[in-house]
């Protein structure tokens, strides 16, 4: 494109939202359009910038020509900001994550008439993670699996968008689906474990901003991958980036592998 990338921002007041605004405003592919909160929210109308803007937090209405929106909401935000896309052929790049059924063939069907592009975890180190698990489960095919994740303790979703991911990863590696080997609950007496299962554990607290642990255990060895990160701005630069990458393109499901992955 040769004009500046017109933008929108879905879930501009959140966390996520928040550090989007600062990236984007500064980086001269974009011209920042829109920064989409709630219809009910208690920022409408309020100035995204503090005093020294008169910038607005907004709603869809009135929202044009819009060419990528850039979605960290949650369902409701995630739809709103699907019906936005479909109905002008915008991009979407979104980081939703803890998706309904519904949603998520929602999205498969949107792919089918707009660019859509879906990350559980917009960081490079995560993709190069999920790259190491999937080599790593397919090597060793025997051994037992578990994911451990951290977040703090405002998120809603569990496991995480990013774990499961990685679980998908591993499983596919191992010619199987998550939903044929996740176990996302053990007490009582489970009993000892099931060959081949892949094992969830969630911890939430404090302002932990999001922990990944891939334990590969086998007898008398163990192999840990792990990432963590300890500034959300690395899901917002991939974010941009993606948002960048996607303008322009045709319509189909892509990926964060197909964006920063070397
Ligand atoms: N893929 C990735 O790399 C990452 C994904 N995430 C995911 O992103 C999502 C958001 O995370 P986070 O920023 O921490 O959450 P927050 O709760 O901080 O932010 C979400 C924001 O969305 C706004 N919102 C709610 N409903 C709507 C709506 N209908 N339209 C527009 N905005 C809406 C809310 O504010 P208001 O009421 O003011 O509208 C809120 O500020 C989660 O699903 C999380 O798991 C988070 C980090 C990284
Ligand atoms: O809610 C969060 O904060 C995060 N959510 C994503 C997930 O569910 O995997 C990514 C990241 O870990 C932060």
Redesign the pocket.
């Known amino acids: 494109m040769t004009r500046p990338i017109r933008l929108a921002i879905?879930?501009a007041?959140?966390?996520?939202?928040r550090a989007l605004l600062d990236l984007a405003r500064e980086d001269g592919r974009f011209e920042l359009v829109a920064a989409?909160?709630?219809p009910h929210?208690?920022?409408l109308g309020k100035s995204a910038y503090g005093d020294v803007s008169a910038w607005k937090f907004t709603d869809w209405r009135g929202a044009e020509d819009i060419d990528v929106v850039i979605d960290?909401?949650?369902l409701?935000?995630l739809m709103?900001a699907l019906d936005h896309c479909e109905g002008s052929g915008a991009a979407l790049v979104t980081?939703?994550?803890?998706l309904s059924a519904e949603l998520e063939q929602r999205l498969a069907r949107a792919a089918e008439r707009i660019p859509v592009l879906r990350?559980?975890?917009?960081?490079l180190g995560v993709a190069v993670l999920t790259r190491l698990l999937r080599d790593a489960a397919a090597a060793l095919p025997g051994w037992d699996l578990d994911i451990v994740e951290a977040h703090h303790h405002?998120?809603e979703?569990a496991p995480s968008?990013t774990a499961l991911a990685m679980g998908r990863a591993a499983a596919d590696a191992r010619g199987a689906t998550l939903e044929d080997l996740a176990v996302y609950t053990r007490e009582g007496r489970p009993g000892a474990r099931k060959a081949g299962t892949i094992g969830f554990a969630v911890v939430r607290g404090g302002d932990i901003v999001g922990e990944h642990q891939a334990l590969l255990m086998g007898q008398g060895e163990r192999i840990e991958l792990g990432h963590r990160a300890t500034d959300?701005s690395i899901?917002a630069r991939?974010a941009i980036e993606a948002a960048a990458w996607i303008a322009g393109r045709a319509p189909g499901t892509w990926t964060i592998e197909d964006v920063i992955v070397p």
Do not use: P, Q, Y
């Open positions: 879905s879930g007041s959140g966390r996520m939202g989409i909160v709630s929210s208690a920022w960290f909401s949650g409701d935000g709103l980081g939703t994550t803890g990350a559980a975890n917009f960081s405002r998120k979703d968008g959300r899901f991939g």
